[in-house]
């Protein structure tokens, strides 16, 4: 029996309240995500149970008890009070996958200030767009990420403490920075939580959109009431089992279901902070007895690469569900799964402003390789006219995937961009950005996204942010981005240039271009190729007209392109 039981039927009799009775809330009391990942937990009785196992570069291996967590997160809480952050002050948590990552998120929430979890991969410039939009006032961070920080901190006056969580003694602090030790301070135990209500602002991730500016997206402690039943229902945690989601938190699935829906369940899960590669995933899996694997298509089409045989070196047979997030999965990786793994992947879809997973394969549902599922029970997920806004009924015909507002974990804004947000709104829709089409079964289809923003490898790159970072060099004259076809990431950035009088293109040139943005932009945003052009196509406005050296990447037809250019 799985945990969902049937989909029609919950489909039919669903209510958000089955999830708020389980977690024991009832509109208007207080609801802290940190508490119910721990004190929760504890004070049902498993506070000696593995909350997480750990592995780092090298093996080490560490691990905490629920417990541990609790306490942990309390000693951090208390330390973040002590400098004086308080309720709704941003503390970004600028980590590798180090166990302080995870359970300082907790501590965050828990004196009801906001977590605001950057990739550790950033360049000084992402950073610095990132802290200086949300005002951040509290950074934790290690030794090998501090310099990143040192270097834009003269531009963010806000920024008030930079707390290096494994600071060894030797080399000095700088200005603002101190040091914290998790284990090695003072075990607090009676804590004293902040009474967040439904509303009160809970975790601001940062998403890339078109036009260059990443989106700060923010969301409410409410939205544990979706991502408890998502994570129960979709990933289909139970008590014993072992979990394992491949997310870096630096992106919501590693906070949304990396850290909250398997810990307000009490589930184990384990985290490897350590390089890709299909041996050492297979290994971890074997050695902890992984049951229920969360992953993403980039990943999947890297160990399909790698082959059966690196399958068969392992005794993979915990495995019980496995779950993929945000790209098309392709309908070759599910057949595959189902035959190596003797499990296909499971298909979910959702985004950072969603919060939790929307439109999904669900167990004991009918997997048709290739498409997405359903909507989540709950969810009002269809596909309208772009143009009249209008839900299209016939099976197969093209639209954009919108859900009808109101479920739990939405966001509740764009930080500082209220605009951005109500422009997502049309119609009493909430607008995706991407297209789908329905079959008659009720099944979606991804298409594609509706704007030029780059999924490469299930990261969100905004073409402008490239762009802007190459004219940023002396030699470029204009710059164009946009999406190359790739193996095993799907899309790679491309980028196109045109030189200034006097420069010449040549390889060495584009080397120097690439070292030169490589300090810019995330190592997730670098493209993996430039080409040199005489000049950009563009709109008469002036507009860059990606669309048609996207469609020469993908050898597509360039189409009317009269209509490009009126379409401004
Ligand atoms: C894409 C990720 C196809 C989509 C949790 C979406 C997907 C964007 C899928 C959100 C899927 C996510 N199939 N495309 N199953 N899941 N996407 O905000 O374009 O980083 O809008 O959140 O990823 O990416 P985000």
Redesign the pocket.
């Known amino acids: 029996m799985t945990n969902i039981g049937s989909y029609d039927e919950r489909v039919k009799q669903f209510d958000w309240s089955i999830s708020e009775k389980e977690l024991e809330y009832s509109d208007g009391n207080i609801i802290n995500i940190g508490w119910y990942c721990s004190d929760r937990i504890c004070d049902k009785g498993h506070g000696g149970k593995t909350a997480l196992i750990w592995e780092g570069q090298g093996g080490v291996e560490k691990r905490f008890t629920y417990n541990d967590i609790r306490i942990h997160s309390n000693s951090i809480g208390a330390y973040l009070r002590s400098l004086g952050i308080k309720d709704e002050d941003r503390v970004c948590l600028f980590l590798d996958r180090i166990p302080e990552l995870y359970i300082g998120f907790i501590g965050i929430l828990k004196i009801g200030a906001i977590a605001q979890p950057l990739f550790s991969a950033f360049g000084d410039e992402s950073l610095h767009l990132r802290l200086e939009d949300a005002g951040t006032k509290a950074i934790l961070t290690q030794r090998k990420h501090v310099g990143k920080v040192r270097k834009v901190l003269d531009q963010l006056p806000r920024l008030e403490h930079i707390i290096v969580v494994d600071h060894d003694g030797k080399k000095p602090l700088k200005e603002k920075e101190i040091a914290f030790s998790m284990e090695a301070a003072a075990p607090v135990e009676n804590f004293e939580i902040f009474p967040t209500k439904a509303e009160s602002p809970s975790v601001l991730h940062y ?1 890339s959109g078109t036009t260059g500016k990443p989106k700060g997206v923010k969301h409410v402690h409410y939205s544990l009431i979706g991502q408890y039943l998502t994570a129960k229902w979709v990933l289909d945690l139970r008590e014993n089992d072992i979990y394992w989601c491949t997310a870096d938190p630096g ?3 590693g906070t949304s279901y990396g850290i909250i829906g398997a810990w307000s369940l009490g589930v184990t899960q384990c985290v490897l902070d350590s390089g890709f590669s299909a041996d050492a995933w297979y290994s971890f899996i074997e050695r902890h007895r992984v049951t229920v694997w969360y992953s993403a298509p980039t990943a999947i089409r890297s160990l399909m690469k790698a082959g059966k045989e690196a399958v068969e070196r392992h005794d993979l047979s915990s495995l019980r569900h496995l779950c ?6 392709n309908a070759e990786a599910v057949v595959w799964s189902k035959e190596v793994f003797g499990l296909p992947f499971y ?7 969603t919060g939790a997973i929307m439109i999904t394969n669900v167990p004991g549902m009918e997997v048709k390789p290739g498409s ?1 599922g359903k909507g989540f029970p709950g969810i009002t997920a269809l596909v309208i006219d772009p143009k009249t806004y209008e839900p299209i009924v016939e099976p197969g015909r093209i639209g954009l995937i919108a859900f009808k507002p109101g479920w739990p974990s939405m966001m509740r804004t764009y930080w500082n961009n209220e605009a951005t947000y109500l422009s997502k709104f049309n119609n009493g829709w909430y607008l ?3 297209r789908a089409r329905l079959d008659k079964d009720g099944y979606f289809w ?1 298409v594609g ?1 509706d704007d030029d923003v780059i ?1 490469t490898g ?1 990261h ?1 790159v905004s073409p402008f942010e490239v762009e802007s970072a190459l004219l940023e060099h002396e030699a470029v004259a204009e710059s164009a981005v946009v999406a190359k076809p790739d193996e095993v990431n799907m899309e790679v950035v491309k980028a196109f240039i045109t030189l200034k009088p006097g420069f010449d293109p040549n390889p060495d040139l584009e080397l120097k271009i690439m070292n030169f943005i490589r300090k810019k932009l995330s190592p997730l945003a670098m493209p993996q190729e430039i080409e040199y052009m005489d000049s950009i196509p563009k709109t008469r406005s002036g507009k860059i007209m990606r669309r048609l050296l996207h469609a020469k990447e993908w050898g597509e037809e360039t189409g009317d392109t009269s209509t490009l250019e009126d379409d401004e």
Not at 324 to 329: A, F, H, K, N, R
Request: no cysteine; aromatic share 16%.
């Open positions: 998403t992106w919501v699935t993929s997030v945000g790209e098309p999965l298909d979910t879809y959702w985004q950072t402003e997405m995706s950005g991407d991804f996204r999924n299930g969100l």
